[in-house]
């Protein structure tokens, strides 16, 4: 069992920057790859950006890259969203996501959520 909290998140101006959060409990969190998805209203909930085990390679979706950046503290057992450039089109609840294995981008191959933190971004 994997539990995940998440922080960060609130209401920011278009250009504006944020972090959110994801501390894990439960496993090390080296044990695994995280991932970030988001879901705006009306719309499905899609991927943002993924890493693996040790936190490298990590892949965006083209809407973030350049903008977005994922990092994590294995030591904390935390991970993070570094958020820059953000524009009204991100206005989201934004997730952090447990991957045993691979599918980085399927929300499918994702065990464990966190309980969603609310992004908005104003014109």
């Known amino acids: 069992q994997v539990q995940l909290v998440m922080s960060g998140g609130g209401l920011v101006q278009t250009g504006g920057s944020l972090r959110l959060s994801c501390a894990t409990s439960?496993?090390?969190?080296?044990?695994?790859?995280m991932g970030w998805f988001r879901q705006a209203p009306g719309k499905e909930r899609e991927f943002v950006c993924s890493d693996n085990w040790t936190g490298g390679n990590p892949d965006y979706a083209d809407s973030v890259k350049g903008r977005f950046t994922m990092s994590r503290d294995n030591a904390k057992n935390t991970v993070y969203l570094q958020m820059s450039g953000l524009k009204p089109e991100d206005t989201a609840v934004y997730y952090c996501?447990?991957?045993?294995?691979?599918?980085?981008?399927?929300?499918?191959?994702?065990?464990?959520w966190g309980q969603g933190t609310q992004v908005t971004v104003s014109s």
């Open positions: 439960g496993r090390p969190l080296s044990s695994y790859g």
């Open positions: 996501a447990v991957r045993p294995g691979s599918g980085r981008r399927d929300s499918g191959r994702y065990d464990y």
